[in-house]
């Protein structure tokens, strides 16, 4: 006889189906019935983890914020403040595959968080441990004289968000438009701002 899979697996391969389907298909697609015949299990299944779709896309996005965070953690941090930082904000611009594909699966959520309360919740808290990250840098960078002082280190980093997810919109949505190449050069420039 098999044993069962662990409950943290099945609801692991739930999600990575939900991040599949909006990725390739779009938010949209995302049904109990796509979901299940995506992981290749019952619909009973989907429906016994989650109680409904809304409870099934607010876990998918959580666990999308939670992968790149822990990406963004594992970072190798570079020789200098500025290095460390454009090195952090090039995980979240769509560079390659992984990227991409993260980067696709996060747009779809993000703009569903527009008008689902629940969804704009992790959106924000992401992006507010972001800009704290950021902030925290700038202002160690300036402590030890490797910033320009004058420089608002809320504002700043409140920028290099709105520049980064503005980044990974234009690269997806117009790709020719905005090469990898040239995406990076934006973020340097940015941080070139900062750190001088």
């Keep these: 006889m098999k044993a069962a899979r662990p409950v943290a697996d099945r609801r692991d391969t739930l999600l990575a189906a939900v991040m599949r389907i909006a990725a390739d298909r779009g938010l949209d697609e995302v049904s109990f019935r796509e979901v299940a015949?995506?992981?290749?299990?019952?619909?009973?299944?989907?429906?016994?983890?989650?109680?409904?779709?809304?409870?099934?896309?607010?876990?998918?996005?959580a666990q999308v914020v939670e992968q790149i965070t822990a990406r963004l953690l594992a970072c190798e941090r570079g020789p200098s403040a500025a290095d460390s930082l454009r090195r952090i904000l090039e995980q979240l611009i769509p560079l390659d595959e992984l990227r991409r594909l993260e980067s696709r699966v996060y747009l779809a959520f993000a703009a569903r968080a527009a008008v689902v309360p629940e969804l704009r919740d992790i959106q924000h808290a992401s992006w507010d441990r972001l800009r704290t990250f950021c902030r925290e840098l700038i202002r160690s960078a300036q402590r030890d004289g490797t910033a320009r002082a004058d420089v608002d280190a809320s504002i700043a980093s409140a920028g290099l968000v709105a520049v980064v997810d503005g980044l990974l919109l234009h690269m997806l949505t117009d790709p020719s438009g905005l090469t990898s190449r040239r995406a990076t050069a934006i973020l340097r420039q940015q941080l070139a701002a900062i750190f001088g």
Excluded: H, I, W
């Design 37 to 61: 015949a995506e992981s290749g299990v019952s619909l009973g299944t989907v429906q016994y983890y989650f109680p409904n779709k809304d409870a099934l896309v607010r876990a998918a996005f």
